[in-house]
């Protein structure tokens, strides 16, 4: 069964750094697109960035040129710089796996990110 183990999540102040980190088990060969999401009180989960399997990065407007990420093999991370009070949410790991006995989309349990003014 594929699980997805997040860290990294806190308070911290506007303006500081975060990284959250997500390690996957399961088949790595599959491992098609991953990526974070967040979910703010009140709204829906939005997409923060997503990472394919040749490295190729999406990242959502409101992040861009602010948050970085990268992957090797079963694990994503998300290096966020610059934070700001609406960045506020909980952040969700997302892994796709494309083909074989694990295909399907997976979520983690989800981390607390808190950014005070």
């Known amino acids: 069964q594929v699980q997805l183990e997040e860290s990294g999540g806190g308070l911290v102040q506007a303006g500081g750094s975060l990284r959250l980190s997500c390690a996957a088990t399961?088949?790595?060969?599959?491992?098609?697109?991953m990526g974070w999401y967040r979910q703010a009180p009140g709204k829906q989960r939005e997409l923060v960035a997503t990472?394919?399997?040749?490295?190729t990065p999406n990242y959502a407007d409101s992040v861009t040129g602010r948050f970085t990420i990268s992957r090797d093999k079963d694990t994503v991370w998300l290096q966020m710089n610059s934070l700001k009070p609406e960045d506020t949410a909980v952040y969700y790991c997302?892994?796709?796996?494309?083909?074989?006995?694990?295909?399907?989309?997976?979520w983690g349990q989800g981390t607390q990110v808190t950014v005070s003014l």
């Open positions: 997302n892994v796709v796996f494309a083909w074989g006995r694990d295909k399907g989309s997976y």
């Open positions: 399961g088949s790595i060969a599959s491992m098609n697109v």
């Open positions: 990472v394919t399997w040749g490295g």
